[in-house]
């Protein structure tokens, strides 16, 4: 499985940002798929998760309001969509997907790991 992640960048405060991962590997569309954030000397966090069908969503209570998460099966692509960006949001961020079609924020649950996109937001 190889999971590719793009669109960090530098932002300002309250903008946006849209991160895509793209799949390749096995049927996307049997598994959940998350994404999670590692700030420096930090250890990784959960952000979103998203389940097999898309049905089922998941948050982190610091982005919930401001992130979406959601999948396309049809490109083997699932994306986050951050609004209203705060610099506490600064990170890098990782797509993950894991073994079974249900959601979970336990970075263990995961057994694939995409490469990070850096998202900075400057105050």
């Known amino acids: 499985v190889q999971l590719q992640a793009s669109g960090g960048g530098l932002v300002q405060a309250g903008g946006s940002l849209r991160l895509s991962c793209a799949a390749s590997g096995r049927t996307f569309s049997s598994y959940a798929m998350g994404w999670f954030r590692q700030a420096p000397g930090k250890e990784r966090e959960f952000v979103a998760a998203?389940?097999?069908?898309?049905?089922?969503?998941y948050y982190a209570d610091s982005v919930k309001g401001r992130f979406t998460i959601s999948r396309n099966n049809a490109k083997n692509t699932v994306y986050l969509q951050m609004n209203s960006l705060k610099p506490e949001d600064t990170a890098v961020y990782y797509c993950a997907q894991r073994g079974t079609g249900n959601t979970s924020d336990d970075v263990a649950q995961y057994d694939y790991w995409g490469q990070g996109t850096e998202v900075t937001v400057s105050s």
């Open positions: 998203i389940s097999w069908s898309g049905g089922t969503t």
